[in-house]
């Protein structure tokens, strides 16, 4: 319970207004305590949205540039891309290759004879029974095999579900469609569709128990012949689903899909061919030049984001704003003052000194390969001059010929030139490079006792310190502040005591002289 102050009776001063007054210096004091504090964790906030970037460069691209999958990546070109494509691994053998489409994948499909009236004469709908179709036996189980051949069916292959006389058409269909089937009936035209789910022999299927008279038969679900072999008018169409079949390098592959896994390459049959397409597999230059380029776009972009933050303009004269100070400001003002210290949180900041020295450095790493020592420029790569270069932008690379860079896309593309003439010291530069920047990296974020857990690259842990100490500091200020305040105002109620009790004495005395 607040306490309750009787204060100025006597004296007739505003004591809460001249206790205030008295207290402010001390409370403005608190509140550089607190702007402290709020810079603290905006700084917390800034290293914690870089260290993500960087953590992200660190494990992937600096990382994944190490290894020779990186760069050899194997492109199969088919003179006919209507009839197959093809995807190729690492370990595909480079070398011209021969292939033909004989057969295309499909689905076993199951298309019913036509209903068009029930026994009773009324236009069949789903949800017509088995009974008004004409079914007479009771309680039964409606079998599907799955499978090559019907002989073939072993219980594993083997769906089934049980209807009766009550049994609708909709209510067979969800039936077909839980055993693990496509189905549907198509009222317009009175008849299910069945089909299965996949491709290839191995999924066909056929209804077992499908003899005249079965929920099957009245269903229209059942193949008919006559005496010379061909269908009736009330009989369903079966087409039976196939393998896909193709030839390459002569020997014959089949595949219950359209896709194909051979020797290193995936293959995906589209159209039958009238005779041999051919497949030229061979290293994938562009994707070496692009995985070279995307590499120092990324690197680009956080060493020019690290510099931007190190050189960064000083906010001196800023300071976190205040509730009082905040009301008489528009909200847009107050965003571009707090965005004015913000931008300067990690100015001259030792912690990202040493990340961006550490990574520069790593990039002007040399090697010796078969003899010839090798650097960034053998590959026409390196920074702007200084002149050049825009602002925060001076350790940033590029790379002759590039097009997609206006400062270097008239030079000679040497790049490209060394991945066609020489593409094994090629990635083996890149990959030593990326090797170099990985461990540098690495030795900074996981030898230090200053980060409060591995995969940080600043000193999470004394900003965390800071922030705490800040919070006891205010806490114990604003107590210190408190026990003043009570202080003044135990003075000005002593005060009002003895000026209370002067006027108590001055009034009996007057009244002793008035008698």
Not at 89 to 97: E, F, K, L, M, R
Not at 130 to 150: C, F, H, N, R, S
């Amino acid at each position: 319970m607040g306490k309750i102050r009787i204060t100025g009776a006597s004296s007739g001063l505003d004591t809460d207004a001249m206790v205030k007054e008295l207290v402010n210096a001390y409370e403005e004091k608190g509140q550089k305590y607190k702007k402290a504090k709020t810079k603290t964790e905006w700084k917390q906030e800034a290293w914690a949205t870089l260290n993500t970037k960087i953590k992200s460069f660190y494990t992937k691209q600096a990382s994944n540039m190490r290894f020779s999958s990186a760069y050899m990546k194997k492109k199969t070109t088919v003179s006919d891309t209507s009839k197959a494509s093809v995807v190729s691994s690492d370990g595909a053998v480079n070398g011209t290759q021969t292939l033909e489409v004989k057969k295309l994948a499909t689905s076993g499909y199951l298309t019913g004879a036509q209903l068009t009236k029930d026994k009773n004469g009324k236009d069949v709908t789903g949800s017509t029974t088995l009974a008004e179709l004409g079914y007479e036996g009771g309680d039964t189980w409606v079998q599907i095999g799955q499978g090559k051949k019907a002989d073939s069916y072993d219980n594993d292959h083997i769906k089934k579900f049980e209807v009766n006389g009550s049994t609708t058409i909709d209510e067979f269909v969800s039936c077909v469609k839980s055993a693990g089937y496509n189905a549907s009936f198509d009222s317009a035209n009175g008849r299910l569709f069945i089909s299965s789910k996949e491709s290839g022999d191995a999924a066909n299927f056929n209804f077992i128990s499908s003899g005249t008279g079965s929920p099957a038969d009245v269903l229209g679900l059942t193949e008919k012949f006559d005496n010379e072999g061909k269908r009736t008018a009330d009989s369903a169409v079966k087409i039976e689903g196939e393998n896909a079949e193709i030839i390459l390098n002569g020997a014959t592959f089949t595949s219950g899909t359209n896709t194909f896994s051979v020797n290193g390459l995936t293959i995906t049959a589209k159209d039958l061919t009238s005779g041999p397409l051919s497949l030229v597999t061979d290293t994938d230059y562009d994707q070496i030049y692009d995985s070279i380029k995307d590499f120092f776009k990324e690197y680009n972009s956080l060493i020019n984001e690290m510099d931007k933050l190190f050189n960064a303009k000083s906010s001196k004269g800023y300071e976190p704003l205040t509730s009082e100070e905040k009301e008489a400001m528009t909200d847009e003002e107050v965003k571009l003052w707090e965005q004015k210290i913000k931008d300067s949180l990690l100015r001259n900041d030792s912690d990202l000194d040493k990340i961006a020295s550490t990574m520069r450095s790593a990039m002007l790493s040399t090697f010796d390969i078969g003899g010839k020592t090798y650097s960034l420029s053998s590959f026409g790569i390196g920074t702007l001059g200084y002149f050049e270069a825009g602002d925060n932008e001076k350790n940033a690379y590029h790379i002759d010929g590039n097009p997609d860079d206006p400062d270097k896309s008239g030079e000679t593309d040497k790049l490209r030139a060394m991945i066609a003439s020489d593409p094994e010291t090629t990635t083996s530069f890149f990959q030593q490079l990326a090797g170099n920047l990985y461990n540098a990296m690495n030795k900074i974020q996981s030898v230090s006792d200053n980060y409060t857990s591995y995969g940080n690259f600043y000193n999470d842990k004394k900003l965390t310190t800071e922030y705490t100490d800040q919070t006891k500091q205010i806490d114990k200020w604003e107590k210190y502040v408190a026990d003043i305040e009570e202080k003044y105002y135990k003075q000005f109620t002593a005060m009002e005591s003895a000026m209370s009790s002067l006027q108590s004495q001055q009034s009996y005395i007057s009244q002793l002289f008035a008698g």
